[in-house]
């Protein structure tokens, strides 16, 4: 069922705490059923994606107990692990997906890994091919390019791998496995990617070398449980940062947001483009957040290229919205990873956003857009993406008309109360 949005001259006031840390969560559950003893993680982020990994990993026979956002994984660690009596369902998690590959390929037993049909359509050669460098052995179309995958468990040997392109996806299952592995792993990445991965290894116990693109981890060792505190997501946060920014009158506190170094190239562009906003860093024990207040302002255009993109790459959707509002061209480029997520979001971001009357177009490797454009009501698809429900959701609060959304639901993967979030805060 569409959603359909009418907002006459908005603005937008008051706090919210959005929820937990996608990558964090995710990864809190791996660690957890990883890691021997009782992990608690406080802060998980309900999304359908994270759901999936918790159905996963209870099928390899983790005890997984969810309670509101808090949840308890009881685990004997990975040589626990059962072999599953049926497929692992990954749902649309392309990061379940991935780095499940790595700790599967060095279990002793049999599994299959599939999703839905976006994660059927998404490579996976990127994945396979250091794996098997590392004697891994997984198969499935087109020689493991996609899903299904089926994984026979293996020992497996450290390797030196340099990444092709900067990916914490194929870092992390490059990582995970290596865990099993016999030796010491090197990986070298070109430009740095998100490190939750490195950051939790070593709060549950792992001993590793991080050097300027270079992380180094010894095969055999074994993780401790841990208490994981997942703070609000930046990639989630960043679609009421970019509401309140191009909405007249408005001032918005976000409290407890991720600011994962790696992650903050949303703030970054922002601030390039004359953002008024402040950042009040919080006491944490591992993972950095803060609260952010955000305000109404002028932007004008920007470029947005090279060692930012990594930073930024899932805000990209909602800076092209912002971008419609800014004085001057902005361009983006480098971001050829766009084309392989959820859908290509190259491709549907210039399609959506010239429906409403945005000046965009798109290149081989980003989009430049024309501003400021005033935007009006259009029907918008939401192509089963989550970051471009929310985008549409968002342009909604610029545009002079009604904005419906066609399948609205996959708002849920990330962020599943995002309309009541934004209608909460407009006045």
């Not at 705490?17 to 309900?46: C, N, W, Y």
């Not at 994606?49 to 005890?63: A, E, P």
């Not at 792993?185 to 430009?191: F, G, L, S, Y």
């Not at 008024?276 to 290229?305: H, M, Q, Y």
Request: with cysteine; charged share 20%; aromatic share 4%.
């Amino acid at each position: 069922m569409a959603l359909t949005l009418t907002y006459l001259d908005p603005s937008l006031k008051g706090s919210v705490q959005v929820p937990g840390d996608k990558s964090i969560s995710h990864r809190s559950i791996m660690f957890g059923s990883m890691a021997t003893g009782t992990t608690t993680v406080e802060g998980f982020l309900l999304g359908d994606d994270c759901l999936s990994t918790i159905h996963c990993f209870r099928k390899l026979g983790v005890n997984i107990e969810l309670a509101g956002d808090k949840v308890t994984i009881e685990s004997g660690g990975e040589d626990a692990w059962q072999e599953p009596s049926e497929i692992l369902d990954t749902g649309n998690s392309g990061t379940t997906t991935r780095l499940m590959l790595g700790l599967l390929a060095g279990t002793g037993f049999h599994s299959v890994l599939a999703g839905d049909q976006s994660i059927a359509k998404r490579p996976m050669k990127r994945i396979i091919d250091p794996l098997r460098l590392m004697g891994a052995d997984i198969r499935g179309r087109r020689d493991g390019q996609y899903t299904p995958l089926a994984v026979q468990g293996t020992g497996l040997s450290a390797i030196d791998y340099t990444l092709p392109v900067a990916s914490a996806q194929v870092k992390s299952a490059i990582l995970l496995a290596a865990l099993k592995a016999d030796g010491r792993t090197v990986v070298r990445e070109p430009i740095a990617s998100r490190d939750h991965t490195e950051i939790m290894l070593e709060h549950f116990g792992a001993a590793l070398t991080r050097e300027k693109g270079k992380i180094e981890l010894e095969g055999g060792q074994k993780l401790t449980a841990a208490h994981v505190k997942v703070p609000g997501d930046i990639s989630s946060a960043a679609f009421l940062i970019g509401a309140a920014l191009i909405t007249k009158g408005s001032e918005v506190r976000l409290t407890n947001v991720g600011i994962n170094p790696t992650r903050t190239g949303i703030l970054d562009v922002i601030q390039q483009m004359g953002a008024d906003f402040e950042v009040e860093e919080l006491a944490t024990d591992g993972e950095r957040s803060a609260d952010l207040t955000i305000r109404s302002s002028e932007l004008s255009a920007v470029e947005i290229s090279g060692t930012l993109i990594p930073r930024l790459i899932d805000e990209l959707p909602l800076i092209a919205l912002i971008a419609t509002q800014a004085k001057g061209t902005t361009v983006i480029k480098d971001a050829e990873e766009l084309r392989v997520k959820e859908t290509d979001r190259i491709a549907a971001v210039v399609e959506e956003l010239s429906k409403i009357g945005a000046s965009i177009e798109a290149t081989a490797d980003g989009m430049i857009i024309h501003g400021p454009t005033p935007l009006h009501g259009a029907q918008m698809a939401s192509y089963g993406d989550h970051r471009l429900g929310m985008m549409a959701a968002v342009a909604a609060l610029a545009a002079s008309g009604t904005i419906e959304i066609d399948d609205p639901d996959c708002i849920s993967v990330s962020y599943p109360n995002f309309i009541d979030h934004m209608n909460q805060l407009i006045l």
